[in-house]
């Protein structure tokens, strides 16, 4: 019986009481907390991590903004130059790989030992997967809103309330895409699948999210593709707010914009969309967890 | 009558048609060292697994701490210290990050934390060290921090799973200080695995393990009291005619252990003399001395412990380590 051994048990333990749910939400915080701690520390990898977006910004960009700029959709008639079209999409892929790689950091741990620790601890499963999705969340959140600064120089205007709009909507982005990079690694044993993940999930959710090029006329197939990235819809209201800042009427703005049956999707239910996608996955990575290995 | 710590029943683990702990029944009591001596693949960590509530049983109850670990894992776990087998620490944080995210996962309250973390690391020789990245800490010091981190939610019992396996001798040596002086400070209860024999010598009480069931349990001396008297060591060319000759002539059989014939003889300094002087068979050494854990081990099982499979893991968790470093 319960109540014999509890009153076997010696003073120490008894002024301890194990109430795993307040622990769990401790944990939460701890496991968020660790992941911030080691992103601070790891100053190469945040310098590094600028590198590529800057590299798109400033190479890619800027080359295919001269290509562009005499083009219909592109250039100096009203519209957008190329590379204020594509500076949004660079945030979203900042945060889009910070996300998944931020997450998917738990293989890390379990490859070495760490998470071994976290597991045996008197805590429920699911504080470890909602732990390192925030974690990931936050990581990702501030290497996107980090680019913002790069603003005056692709010739984009960011007023404060642009700023505000945009901090929830790439959480949004970033909540979701950790949640996915979670489940992934609730799945994964090893390193090894990681290179798998990267080539075959990574690279074509950027590339069919929009970051890069509009997403409306693309051929059928591609149309489908691009509605089924679930990046799209984080992706997209980025962009929306921050072409919205320069003045230019709506119409300009929806020729960019992500498009479902010919309607452009409503900025809340993209929202929505990746909100629930994050959920789903985040849901379905605490189930795994739970499952005792 | 002193209240057992650690109290199991017919303990089973199967996996598939592979039996790996084919019913052990122990019990442990406060503030003893006890030790859990046996070969790799003997089921030793399997059953530590299934007592700190990371394995389920196939069979079997076990109560750690006055609480059933099947029934109620999580109040085990508080009550529980562990160390690992392989390392555990992250390496990107300093040594007190380490023990702070510990003592906070396992609440620990807060106006104790800073506190008890200092004494622990005090403990452990780490406090001039423990601003300082884990990846930075040699492999004994490694190994102190983890004790240090087991230790500070103030369990009943700490559960060490080959806690000196890979560690050089002199570093083994030192570990066993730390935790001896550990329990003399305070009353804690240690459980410890290993395939080191000498380290066995550390323990109170020692069960001796072999596939999967417990062949002996006592106190060192008791168990070498089982190998009655001295041993006498031969080793030779002509191993099957030498025990042929030894257990015709002198009414003794020897034990096998490649060409190495041990024998158990009453007193050694009389048995030395006769066995030259019988043999016709050439000899190279002959040795005697007192019995060790390992003629007990050999006795019971009648094999000796062998260190490969323990060589092969230590050469893993230096290529792991090689590749942590990238």
Redesign the interface.
Known sequence: MSVDSAVQAPVAAAAEPVDTRTASLRAVYIIWYRDLLRYWRDRWRLAASLAQPLLFLIVFGSGLSSALGRGAVFGARGGFSYIQFMYPGIIGMAILFTAIFGAMSIVWDREFGFLKEVLVAPIDRWAVAVGKALGGTTQAMIQGLILLILAPFVGVKLSALTILELIPLAAVLAFGLSSFGVMLASMMRSLQGFQVVMNFLMMPMFFLSGALFPLQGLPGWMTVLTRIDPASYGIDPLRRVVLSGSGRPAAVIDQFALTIGGHVVPITLEVGIMLAFGLVMLGYAVAMFERRD | MT?AVIEARGLVKRYGDLQAVRGIDLEVNAGEIFGFLGPNGAGKSTTISML???L?PTAGTA?V????VV??P??V???IG?V?Q????????TGR?NLD??A??????AGQRARRIDKMLALMELTERAGSLVRTYSGGMKRRLEIA?GML??P?VLFLDEPTLGLDPQTRRSIWTHLNELRSRTDITIFMTTHYMDEAEYCDRIAIIDRGQIVALGSPDQLKALVGGDVVSMTTPEADAAAEEIQRLLKITPIRDDGTLRMEVRDGRKFVPRLVRELTVPVDTISLRRPSLDDVFLKLTGHAIRDEEASGTERMRAM?SRW?RR
Do not use: K, M
Request: hydrophobic letters at 30%; aromatic letters at 10%; proline letters at 5%.
């Open positions: 209240e700190c509530t990371l389920q109560r701490a006055g609480i059933d029934r109620d999580a109040r776990r508080q009550r562990l690992f392989d390392p555990s620490l992250d390496d990107q944080l990050e995210f510990h906070f996962i396992y609440n620990v309250p981190r939610h103030q009943q792991a942590r």
